[in-house]
């Protein structure tokens, strides 16, 4: 059975930009009602076996689990936080263990608010009228997440792998379509060739930054200070070779290009893991497969946040020279632009609603264009290149309750998580 993908760019596109305008002109309120309707878009668009996904989630339900979720979190965020700085400055007198101690506490949350988040979108998906599902067990994710974590940490780097997929093993083994159960089959070694491009591109920085320090310094006399370097540094971009003895700097051009390396090994990771462990993934009569291109994902990463940070970029500097000719009457060089006679004799307070205006304008942009050329392309990529070549357990699978929790993604819309699809 093949996945088809029928949504077209230019429908979202609009879609997008419509909704991204209502939840600025409700100061954010509407976005509820934008995740909503994006996420119906993106679901009736995937169609396996030629029927489409259903999402069924509301959006009066993700914003009354955001309320209790902020009221849970400011009690407790501002109790712990009392009681770490009060310990803080008695036994340390000092706020910096409290402050650390602080944001270690809001990791947990982190991995907890995740985990739930994939449990409501889930309990709010059907196929063919079934609905998906998945078990309790959050607190369970957010401590096994922070172990793993630990231990990938401590073997730096090394159990990388392990860690990815012990924790999708968690969510899928706990994952259900209607009656049937799934289970994340595999071993975490199967992952290691997927840690190849950010292997090699570590291996390759490392060597590069060893022979420009070590081995053949570029700098033979050494750098006193930071200053010295951006002075050495100023001169070779105006073409004056001074202040420091350089040795052949050209070579220093490959650290951006082994650092460029570990992006791409990194994006390459996180995708064709995902792949790997599709391939291994079953249920009762049920198998999945992926042929999903870590090129592709990489291409798509690549130019569409190119093309979204590039309108961001824009508009913030756009903004900030705004702004300084508005404030500022030392920027003569803008008087004699067309216009300038009239933004300048603006009351102040309308040049400072105009500004907030072009701000929230250059986000919404930034948001469309996100949807359009990053998210738009990978949900139909990973949607085309999804196959289940065994279905014959399909007609045993039965209906399963609905999975009612009130706080729907509020801890992932508090804590900043909530803004994927």
Do not use: C
């Not at 077209?8 to 209502?22: D, E, M, P, Q, S």
């Not at 700085?85 to 608010?113: D, E, R, T």
């Not at 599902?133 to 922070?146: C, D, F, H």
């Amino acid at each position: 059975m093949t996945v088809e993908f029928t949504g077209k760019r230019a429908a979202l596109f609009w879609l997008a930009l419509k909704t991204g305008f209502f939840t600025i002109l409700t100061l954010g309120f509407y976005r509820f009602w934008m995740k909503t309707r994006l996420r119906r878009w993106y679901w009736s668009a995937m169609r396996p076996g030629g029927h489409p996904l259903e999402y069924v989630g509301d959006p009066i339900e993700k914003l009354l689990g955001f309320f209790i979720a902020v009221v849970i979190l400011t009690f407790y965020i501002g109790i712990v936080n009392l009681l770490l700085m009060f310990v803080s400055f008695s036994v340390f007198n000092s706020s910096v263990i409290g402050y650390v101690a602080s944001f270690a506490g809001l990791i947990p949350l982190w991995f907890y608010a995740r985990y739930r988040a994939r449990r409501y979108v889930l309990g709010r998906t059907r196929w063919r009228g079934v609905r998906f599902g998945l078990e309790k067990g959050a607190w369970g994710y957010a401590m096994r997440a922070l172990w793993y974590w630990f231990l990938t940490i401590i073997s730096l780097g090394i159990l990388w792998p392990r860690m990815t997929f012990l924790l999708e093993k968690y969510r899928t083994d706990r994952t259900f379509f209607g009656s049937a159960q799934m289970v994340q089959g595999g071993r975490w070694q199967n992952l290691l060739p997927a840690t190849r491009p950010f292997v090699a591109s570590l291996l390759f920085l490392g060597a590069v930054l060893l022979w420009t320090l070590r081995v053949d310094p570029v700098f033979p006399g050494g750098i006193a200070d930071g200053a010295e370097l951006a002075g050495a540094l100023d001169g070779l971009v105006e073409g004056r070779i001074e202040g420091l003895e350089w040795v052949n700097p050209i070579r220093l051009i490959l650290i951006p290009l082994g650092l460029s390396g570990l992006l791409f090994g990194a994006i390459w990771y996180v995708w064709v893991s995902k792949r790997i462990m599709a391939n291994h993934k079953i249920g009762p009569g049920v198998q999945f497969a992926s042929d999903l291109s870590g090129l592709r994902v990489t291409f798509i990463y690549v130019l569409g946040n190119f093309i979204a940070y590039m309108m961001l970029v824009i508009g913030v500097v756009a903004l900030v020279l705004l702004a300084a000719f508005v404030f500022s009457d030392s920027l003569v060089f803008f008087a004699d632009m067309p216009g300038a006679g009239a933004v300048s004799d603006l009351p102040r307070w309308v040049s400072v609603v105009l500004l907030a205006v072009l701000y929230l304008t250059f986000f919404l942009l930034w948001g469309v264009l996100y949807n359009t050329f990053v998210t738009y392309p990978l949900m139909r990529h990973m949607a085309v290149t999804t196959t289940l070549p065994i279905v014959v357990g399909l007609p045993l699978i039965s209906q399963r309750d609905r999975d009612a929790f009130a706080e729907a993604e509020g801890f992932a819309e508090a804590l900043d998580l909530g803004a994927a699809i």
